[in-house]
């Protein structure tokens, strides 16, 4: 009896010392390694989270700021530019990447050379890229246009960058073609993980093509595709480049999105108060998005 | 040892981190009289930058102050000066080619720059009087107008033309009239003849009247000089909107920009073009003429010496259409130091150095005199300025150096600095190009001016 409970005593010191440690006591040395380890962490977040993100909402927190983005009226037609680029292009891209997802998954090796061709857009540098497309798109001695008049005869070819919904579509489709390969590549993932067994079962029932889409696929992708459009949307409410070097947020400032315009106010016009308070008139949708997807994240349930 | 709690250890260690980068832009801006920190203005091709590479060499022998020298993009420099200017992190001395239309008056305004009337005073007899003024600044805190930048080099509006097209329009050079409005509208019937002979994109104006860059703004404003609107904005920092002869003016220049393009003499992609389009336009044969700031046009292809000396017809600008010379807006650059700046005297120092006639002749004509001298006495003196033979240079000079001239009206207040960065004006030609009457599109423009100069009060 003594004996067992002298081993019990022995063995308990190391186990509450063990809980001392994980309920937050460190003693000794490992007081000094912990914070060795923890200070740069904490530099770097501090750094690079903590100060950009209260530098700038200490910028953009005068109320009268706001007042003046709304009587701008440059900033009306962006907000809804940016509504407009957030409905479309997200959507849309992600859509033809659900489909697309499927189509690469074929087996033929043609269709995984192609693969390799269609994803190049998004693997190349973004910014050489969106400029030769604008350049392409140039009316006057643009490629595009100078082959639909070799072509075709037409000798004035769409003013695809100097009308306001046309050149901001061809922003949609410049970015849509910069990234439906990445999301493609995400949601052929997502189709992989699909269990076998499952598609075999269907089709055994008889669900096959567009049935077994519809009822068996998409189901089971449905949570992947959310969070997908989730993240796409918060990173197109930041994305300046696509817009920035396809148009300039031109013709007449009327294709700006917000993260152009903030840009454009805080430099362009010299007022980083001002540049702020646009990107953080985001933040009523930007809050909200990440909120959905953290939950989203969360969730225990597990589906692809 | 005693216990460190969990929370303990990690309030100690978010302590020591934003301590440490708090503390690091004050350890990394240590002073040093030995060093100078400088921003400067990345040229326009590798001989601007090769000239002043050599000046700063020969300072830095001359004073043992070693530069540490950032040259940078324009459009990255201006991001950099104005997050500089808004946090205080700021280096000893800033050159930018845009800063003078923006930074310099909206900073000496809110008093963030060093007044540097020692180093202008230096050489003050030898600059044209235009270049003093365009350097005078509004301090809004000490309510004082002083010299907050040295001017060191000038560019004003010409027009490069392709005489080769003019030609084969069936013109000859002593054709183009010589005022305004017959000016420009000779290159509508060029174009057509163009077109006629198989010149299928070729137009005869090259205009920019875009939202981006300085041309739009260069353009609009030397033009609405010549329809007499040069009281926009007078020396004591006010707007003149209800001024009957300012808002003809700007009927009369959005008229002038609007219609043409309507009619399909200017580029339709001129509504979207940077800086650099109307130059590579040109290059291309694409445009007739083009109004440009400098002569980059010419000097960019100055190893081509068919284009340079024979093709390329560098013009000034045309008379108003009254036949009197039209003052010409002189854009003129400056260096400024900024207020926090650690080496202060160092700066001085290397301004007062550039700014001596000898070496600034030779720094301009070493960058293959892109730029014009702000101080007359070196193109006096200096037989290079004026050699006929250079076809471009000389007009230039003559025009921004020995003719009359006018200083841009963002210096007299920095609201109209902030009206041109919101490019109000080019909006109000593209509202007429889209049908909205002039008169409707001045008013327009005029209403945002007036909001935005109501900020900018002078006493």
Same mark, same amino acid.
């Given at each position: 009896?003594?004996?067992?409970?002298?081993?019990?005593?022995?063995?308990?010191?190391? !186990?509450?010392?063990?809980?001392?440690?994980?309920?937050?006591?460190?003693? =000794?040395?490992?007081?000094?390694?912990?914070?060795?380890?923890?200070?740069?962490?904490?530099?770097?977040?501090?750094?690079?989270?903590?100060?950009?993100?209260?530098?700038?909402?200490?910028?953009?927190?005068?109320?009268?700021?706001?007042?003046?983005?709304?009587?701008?009226?440059?900033?009306?037609?962006?907000?809804?530019?940016?509504?407009?680029?957030?409905?479309?292009?997200?959507?849309?891209?992600?859509?033809?990447?659900?489909?697309?997802?499927?189509?690469?998954?074929?087996?033929?090796?043609?269709?995984?050379?192609?693969?390799?061709?269609?994803?190049?857009?998004?693997?190349?540098?973004?910014?050489?890229?969106?400029?030769?497309?604008? *350049?392409?798109?140039?009316?006057?001695?643009?490629?595009?246009?100078?082959?639909?008049?070799?072509?075709?005869?037409?000798?004035?070819?769409?003013?695809?960058?100097?009308?306001?919904?046309?050149?901001?579509?061809?922003?949609? !489709?410049?970015?849509?073609?910069? *990234?439906?390969?990445?999301?493609?590549?995400?949601?052929?993932?997502?189709?992989?993980?699909?269990?076998?067994?499952?598609?075999?079962?269907?089709?055994?029932?008889?669900?096959? =093509?567009?049935?077994?889409?519809?009822?068996?696929?998409?189901?089971?992708?449905?949570?992947?595709?959310?969070?997908?459009?989730?993240?796409?949307?918060? *990173?197109?409410?930041?994305?300046?480049?696509?817009?920035?070097?396809?148009? =300039?947020?031109?013709?007449?400032?009327?294709?700006?999105?917000?993260?152009?315009?903030?840009?454009?106010?805080?430099?362009?016009?010299?007022?980083?108060?001002?540049?702020?308070?646009?990107?953080?008139?985001?933040?009523?949708?930007?809050?909200?998005?990440?909120?959905?997807?953290?939950?989203?994240?969360?969730?225990?349930?597990?589906?692809? | 040892?005693?216990?460190?709690?969990?929370?303990?250890?990690?309030?100690?260690?978010?302590?020591?981190?934003?301590?440490?980068?708090?503390?690091?832009?004050?350890?990394?801006?240590?002073?040093?009289?030995?060093?100078? +920190?400088?921003?400067?203005?990345?040229?326009?091709?590798?001989?601007?930058?090769?000239?002043?590479?050599?000046?700063?060499?020969?300072? +830095?022998?001359?004073?043992?102050?070693?530069?540490?020298?950032?040259?940078?993009?324009?459009?990255?420099?201006?991001?950099?000066?104005?997050?500089?200017?808004?946090?205080?992190?700021?280096?000893?001395?800033?050159?930018?080619?845009?800063?003078?239309?923006?930074?310099?008056?909206?900073?000496?305004?809110?008093?963030?720059?060093?007044?540097?009337?020692?180093?202008?005073?230096?050489?003050?007899?030898?600059?044209?009087?235009?270049?003093?003024?365009? $350097?005078?600044?509004?301090?809004?805190?000490?309510?004082?107008?002083?010299?907050?930048?040295?001017?060191?080099?000038?560019?004003?509006? &010409?027009?490069?033309?392709?005489?080769?097209?003019?030609?084969?329009?069936?013109?000859?050079?002593?054709?183009?009239?010589?005022?305004?409005?017959?000016?420009?509208?000779?290159?509508?019937?060029?174009?057509?003849?163009?077109?006629?002979?198989?010149?299928?994109?070729?137009?005869?104006?090259?205009?920019?009247?875009?939202?981006?860059? $300085?041309?739009?703004?260069?353009?609009?404003?030397?033009?609405?000089?010549?329809?007499?609107? +040069?009281?926009?904005?007078?020396?004591?920092?006010?707007?003149?909107?209800?001024?009957?002869?300012?808002?003809?003016?700007?009927?009369?220049?959005?008229?002038?920009?609007?219609?043409?393009?309507?009619?399909?003499?200017?580029?339709?992609?001129?509504?979207?073009?940077?800086?650099?389009?109307?130059?590579?336009?040109?290059?291309?044969?694409?445009?007739?003429?083009?109004?440009?700031?400098?002569?980059?046009?010419?000097?960019?292809?100055?190893?081509?010496?068919?284009?340079?000396?024979?093709?390329?017809?560098?013009?000034?600008?045309?008379?108003?259409?009254?036949?009197?010379?039209?003052?010409?807006?002189?854009?003129?650059?400056?260096?400024?130091?900024?207020?926090?700046?650690?080496?202060?005297?160092?700066?001085?120092?290397?301004?007062?150095?550039?700014?001596?006639?000898?070496?600034?002749?030779?720094?301009?004509?070493?960058?293959?005199?892109?730029?014009?001298?702000?101080?007359?006495?070196?193109?006096? &003196?200096?037989?290079?300025?004026?050699?006929?033979?250079?076809?471009?240079?000389?007009?230039?000079?003559?025009?921004?150096?020995?003719?009359?001239?006018?200083?841009?009206?963002?210096?007299?207040?920095?609201?109209?600095?902030?009206?041109?960065?919101?490019?109000?004006?080019?909006?109000?030609?593209?509202?007429?190009?889209?049908?909205?009457?002039?008169?409707?599109?001045?008013?327009?423009?005029?209403?945002?001016?007036? +909001?935005?100069?109501?900020?900018?009060?002078?006493?």
């Amino acid at each position: 009896m003594a004996d067992s409970s002298v081993a019990a005593a022995a063995n308990a010191a190391p !186990v509450r010392h063990a809980r001392s440690f994980w309920r937050g006591g460190l003693q =000794g040395s490992d007081s000094i390694w912990a914070l060795a380890f923890l200070v740069p962490y904490i530099a770097v977040f501090v750094l690079f989270v903590i100060y950009p993100v209260g530098y700038g909402l200490w910028l953009g927190h005068n109320p009268a700021l706001y007042v003046a983005l709304f009587s701008d009226p440059i900033y009306l037609k962006t907000l809804v530019n940016t509504v407009v680029f957030l409905a479309i292009a997200v959507n849309l891209h992600l859509f033809l990447a659900l489909l697309l997802s499927g189509y690469f998954l074929q087996k033929s090796r043609w269709v995984k050379a192609l693969l390799l061709v269609f994803i190049l857009p998004w693997a190349a540098p973004a910014i050489p890229t969106f400029l030769s497309i604008h *350049w392409m798109l140039n009316g006057e001695w643009g490629l595009i246009n100078n082959i639909l008049f070799h072509v075709f005869g037409v000798d004035n070819g769409p003013p695809w960058l100097t009308e306001r919904w046309l050149t901001f579509s061809m922003v949609m !489709v410049s970015y849509i073609w910069k *990234w439906t390969p990445f999301w493609t590549v995400i949601l052929m993932a997502g189709r992989t993980a699909i269990p076998q067994d499952v598609i075999e079962a269907a089709e055994v029932d008889g669900a096959v =093509g567009v049935r077994r889409f519809i009822y068996i696929t998409f189901p089971l992708l449905a949570n992947l595709y959310l969070i997908c459009t989730l993240l796409s949307t918060i *990173w197109t409410l930041g994305d300046f480049n696509t817009v920035f070097f396809i148009s =300039g947020g031109g013709p007449a400032l009327s294709t700006n999105v917000l993260a152009t315009l903030g840009i454009r106010d805080a430099f362009t016009i010299g007022q980083p108060d001002l540049g702020m308070a646009a990107v953080m008139s985001a933040l009523p949708l930007l809050i909200p998005l990440v909120i959905l997807l953290m939950r989203r994240l969360s969730q225990s349930r597990v589906q692809l | 040892m005693t216990n460190m709690r969990r929370r303990t250890l990690l309030a100690g260690g978010a302590g020591l981190a934003a301590a440490a980068v708090l503390a690091r832009p004050n350890i990394a801006r240590a002073a040093d009289s030995k060093t100078l +920190e400088v921003w400067w203005n990345q040229g326009f091709y590798p001989a601007e930058d090769a000239a002043f590479h050599a000046l700063v060499a020969e300072w +830095e022998k001359q004073s043992g102050i070693k530069m540490n020298l950032s040259m940078v993009t324009g459009a990255a420099l201006d991001q950099k000066v104005v997050s500089a200017l808004t946090t205080g992190t700021v280096p000893d001395l800033i050159y930018s080619d845009d800063g003078a239309a923006l930074a310099l008056p909206q900073a000496a305004w809110n008093s963030k720059l060093v007044d540097v009337s020692d180093v202008v005073e230096t050489q003050k007899s030898e600059y044209s009087d235009t270049a003093l003024r365009s $350097a005078q600044y509004y301090d809004n805190v000490a309510k004082k107008r002083s010299y907050f930048g040295v001017p060191f080099k000038a560019q004003a509006l &010409n027009i490069p033309m392709w005489k080769p097209l003019i030609e084969m329009a069936g013109y000859q050079m002593s054709d183009i009239p010589t005022t305004w409005d017959k000016f420009f509208a000779f290159f509508e019937p060029v174009q057509e003849k163009l077109r006629a002979k198989g010149q299928r994109h070729v137009y005869g104006l090259g205009y920019t009247i875009s939202t981006n860059g $300085a041309d739009p703004n260069n353009l609009f404003n030397q033009s609405l000089i010549a329809y007499g609107g +040069e009281g926009i904005v007078t020396p004591d920092g006010k707007l003149h909107a209800d001024d009957a002869k300012v808002q003809k003016a700007l009927v009369d220049t959005l008229n002038m920009l609007a219609i043409p393009y309507m009619k399909g003499f200017v580029p339709p992609s001129a509504v979207n073009w940077g800086d650099g389009d109307n130059n590579s336009a040109f290059h291309s044969k694409g445009v007739v003429m083009t109004p440009n700031d400098t002569i980059s046009i010419s000097t960019a292809v100055m190893d081509n010496k068919q284009w340079y000396y024979h093709d390329i017809v560098t013009a000034p600008m045309p008379l108003d259409n009254s036949g009197q010379p039209v003052k010409v807006m002189l854009s003129v650059p400056q260096g400024f130091i900024p207020k926090g700046a650690k080496n202060i005297d160092g700066a001085k120092n290397f301004l007062r150095y550039l700014i001596q006639p000898k070496n600034l002749d030779n720094y301009l004509q070493q960058a293959r005199a892109r730029w014009l001298p702000v101080m007359p006495s070196i193109v006096k &003196n200096d037989p290079y300025w004026t050699d006929a033979q250079d076809p471009h240079r000389v007009v230039a000079i003559k025009q921004g150096v020995l003719g009359p001239t006018t200083v841009w009206p963002s210096v007299y207040n920095p609201g109209y600095a902030q009206v041109d960065a919101n490019y109000a004006w080019q909006v109000a030609v593209a509202d007429v190009i889209h049908g909205m009457k002039a008169e409707d599109a001045a008013a327009k423009a005029l209403k945002q001016a007036t +909001e935005i100069f109501a900020k900018y009060q002078t006493a």
